[in-house]
């Protein structure tokens, strides 16, 4: 059996930035049940050379985004990074989710040889479709998203593998 590089992408990211989405609800609701300032854990981080949680957020987002329509030949619309609240966050996740689900099966499946140039903050790099998925924009998502959950969970919002995992 064979996996295509559209079942590899949207639906993983789907479900990663809803997950995501559904863990600042319940940090949204734990800050508000506990009386604390949500500014807190937007601006939490886990080490001091790590971006904050919203960062973490808006770099998720980016990287599905981009990194799916990068694999479409589409143009992904551009978020201003400007979100201060949980809302807000919410509300970008959501967003992201919802282009998402506009790129169909067609404009992804065959990008496995293309080849996915992309600018970083220092270079341009080039890629074939398949390892710039696996090897750079997966890994990116994840770590982004796994980054947001921890600073959550060890700021004391009680967040289980569940939580994490998402919706089946």
């Known amino acids: 059996m ?16 809803s997950s995501l989405a559904d863990v600042l609800e319940k940090a949204a609701a734990h ?10 854990f937007i601006n939490s981080r886990l080490a ?11 770099i998720a987002s980016d990287a599905a985004k981009g990194g799916a329509a990068r694999l479409a030949q589409a143009e992904p619309p551009a978020f201003e ?3 201060t609240t949980f809302p807000q966050l919410i509300e970008r996740a959501r967003k992201t989710v919802a282009y998402l689900e506009t790129l169909k099966p067609e404009q992804i499946d065959g990008s496995e ?10 270079s341009e790099k080039s ?22 959950y921890l600073i959550l969970r060890h700021n004391g ?11 089946s």
Do not use: C
């Open 81 to 83: 990074d400007n979100e």
């Open 48 to 58: 001091p050379d790590m971006f904050p949680l919203v960062r973490q957020v808006q």
């Open 113 to 122: 040889e293309r080849t996915v140039t992309w600018k970083t903050r220092t």
């Open 2 to 17: 064979t996996i295509s590089m559209h079942q590899a992408t949207i639906p993983t990211f789907i479900r990663a930035l």
């Open 157 to 167: 919002v009680e967040l289980g593998k569940q939580d994490f995992l998402g919706k």
């Open 31 to 40: 800050a508000e049940a506990k009386k604390i300032d949500p500014a807190v």
């Open 127 to 148: 890629m074939k479709g398949q390892p710039y998925l696996l090897h750079h924009v997966i890994p990116n998502v994840y770590f982004h998203v796994t980054a947001a």
